[in-house]
């Protein structure tokens, strides 16, 4: 069955430190890969996409992610941490030769930025 | 530009009610998909329309659920004898058409079935 792992529950660091939240996956061939965020009462905003090329990708909000084929893994990262960035993030693949467009979601990582 | 749109925001019904949930995408985009949202969980994919056909309905989870899409534009998600079950948060979202398209979605409709 295709999935999606974010092993973590809840992410915390200090402000102005870096964050990474992961994502696995599993999920066969090359699927598209994107990030969203979701703030309280609010619907899930777009960050970034993988969809071929460069395995670093830049999006929204200085936030980037790194593609890595061998370990199934999209992880998002951040390079300084901002208190406004805490919200919750879910990472979702799209498997490449489905013809069906839905997107396949993890169960969400909780970021939590102490000032 | 206006971004997708849903109605109502929040739904309060009673088992065994019929509800109407609503979905306005954004201009021109021709796909559209419906997700539902458990506490705690991430989106879960229910419908996926392409125009006016419902090109993949594999998530819905019975035959209570249903959904159009008329016209090509606005949709409505249907729920006939609700269950306390079906409480979530409906999600809807569109995109340009392509498979590498980014989905956009609505804020969302919290159903609540008491």
């Known amino acids: 069955a295709q999935s999606v792992a974010q092993p973590e529950d809840q992410v915390n660091v200090a402000e102005g430190n870096p964050l990474t939240v992961k994502c696995t996956y599993s999920?066969?061939?090359?699927?598209?890969l994107f990030w969203y965020v979701q703030y309280p009462n609010r619907g899930l905003q777009f960050l970034l996409k993988?969809?071929?090329?460069?395995?670093l990708v830049k999006g929204s909000y200085g936030f980037e992610a790194e593609f890595n084929k061998s370990q199934t893994s999209f992880h998002l990262k951040k390079p300084s941490a901002l208190v406004s960035d805490s919200a919750l993030y879910f990472c979702a693949v799209r498997p490449r030769m489905d013809s069906s467009y839905k997107l396949i979601f993890g169960s969400g990582t909780r970021l939590l930025v102490r000032p | 530009g206006a971004g997708v749109s849903q109605t109502p925001s929040n739904k309060v019904t009673e088992k065994g009610k019929y509800v109407e949930l609503r979905c306005d995408p954004i201009s021109g985009h021709t796909a559209l998909y419906w997700y539902r949202q458990s506490l705690g969980q991430g989106p879960e994919f229910l419908i996926y329309?392409?125009?006016?056909?419902?090109?993949?309905d594999s998530g819905l989870p019975n035959d209570r659920f249903f959904a159009v899409r008329p016209e090509g534009s606005v949709s409505t998600l249907k729920i006939q004898r609700t269950e306390r079950g079906d409480s979530a948060v409906y999600l809807c979202?569109?995109?340009?058409?392509?498979?590498?398209?980014?989905?956009?979605f609505g804020p969302g409709t919290r159903l609540t079935v008491l």
């Open positions: 329309f392409q125009g006016t056909g419902a090109a993949d």
């Open positions: 993988y969809i071929t090329g460069d395995n």
């Open positions: 999920v066969s061939g090359n699927p598209y």
């Open positions: 979202a569109s995109s340009p058409r392509g498979a590498a398209d980014t989905q956009y």
